[in-house]
């Protein structure tokens, strides 16, 4: 169990975010009380810090958890009007749906400038029969999702599905629909320069290192899957760092040309 909440502090320029279901949330991970580090967020945070104490990155970064447990790739779709089913009262209120929540104008993470991406893991614990074990159900909300964020400019890292799916399910023994959905969104991350793969969650090296659960990981879990996402991590973090400095750097020569011009000016009207 892990409380919703986070501690404020001093705002950052550069930012990433974790978006999606239990697993992006880090459920089965230990956490403190009032923590929103769990999973990959906080062994993200740790390696950021690490890089920018040795200067491998130039900026200060921040990692935010907006994970929601058990939720849906359509509870995460921009155009839904369908709240979680657990936990929906930390949505602030008049929110839409959990993409509003996040992205809305103003709020902490809305200007963040790298997504990742971890939902539709949880499309197929529905029973038999439910939409979400279907194909296309995954990929047209995962697909809305990517491409609204890659349209506000975002940076965005889509993970592959863990396969969590029920005993009953008609692919037992089989990846089946679950890879199908997997194999769908290469088109992503090859249609768009901004969209990249995140880690492959269905890897059998991820069955090994579940929560009790059966569905969500324990910490190796965790290690495992920031260790695999931390690389493209980096190459996001470098490319949002030099998009910084160069306009800080065309500002500051802006600034100098106006210095530059006003003191002309002056000489000439003496």
Same mark, same amino acid.
């Given at each position: 169990m892990r409380a919703y909440g986070e501690v404020l502090r001093v705002e950052t320029e550069c930012k990433v975010v974790v978006i999606g279901d239990g697993l992006a949330l880090g459920f089965g991970d230990f956490v403190t009380f009032y923590s929103k580090q769990a999973g990959v967020t906080r062994r993200f945070q740790t390696s950021l810090n690490a890089?920018?104490?040795?200067?491998?990155?130039?900026?200060?970064?921040r990692v935010f958890n907006r994970g929601h447990f058990a939720t849906t790739s359509e509870n995460w779709t921009p155009s839904t009007e369908h709240l979680p089913a657990f936990?929906?009262?930390?949505?602030?209120?008049?929110?839409?749906?959990?993409?509003?929540?996040?992205?809305?104008?103003?709020?902490?993470?809305?200007?963040? +400038?790298? &997504?990742?991406?971890? /939902?539709?893991?949880?499309?197929? @614990? =529905?029973?038999?029969?439910?939409?979400?074990?279907?194909?296309?159900?995954?990929? +047209?909300? &995962?697909?809305?999702? /990517?491409?609204?964020l890659q349209? @506000? =400019?975002?940076?965005?890292?889509?993970?592959?599905?863990?396969?969590?799916?029920?005993?009953?399910?008609?692919?037992?023994?089989?990846?089946?629909?679950?890879?199908?959905?997997n194999t769908k969104f290469e088109r992503l991350w090859k249609k768009y320069d901004r969209v990249c793969e995140g880690a492959n969650l269905t890897h059998v090296k991820f069955h090994i290192h579940r929560h009790p659960d059966g569905v969500h990981f324990g910490s190796t879990g965790y290690d495992i899957a920031a260790e695999d996402m931390l690389p493209k991590l980096f190459e996001m973090c470098e490319k949002v760092?030099?998009?910084?400095?160069?306009?800080?750097?065309?500002?500051?020569?802006?600034?100098l040309a106006v210095e530059a011009e006003e003191e002309r000016q002056l000489k000439k009207d003496k």
């Open positions: 890089a920018t104490d040795v200067r491998t990155l130039a900026l200060k970064w936990h929906s009262f930390v949505l602030r209120p008049g929110s839409k749906n959990l993409f509003e929540h996040t992205f809305r104008s103003g709020g902490v993470v809305s200007d963040a +400038q790298i &997504v990742v991406v971890i /939902v539709g893991t949880m499309d197929c @614990r =529905g029973p038999p029969g439910s939409p979400g074990r279907e194909i296309e159900y995954t990929v +047209q909300h &995962v697909t809305e999702l /990517v491409e609204e349209k @506000r =400019g975002k940076y965005v890292m889509l993970c592959q599905l863990h396969d969590a799916r029920r005993d009953d399910d008609a692919d037992v023994g089989f990846i089946g629909r679950h890879h199908q959905k760092e030099s998009n910084i400095l160069m306009k800080r750097r065309n500002k500051a020569l802006a600034e």
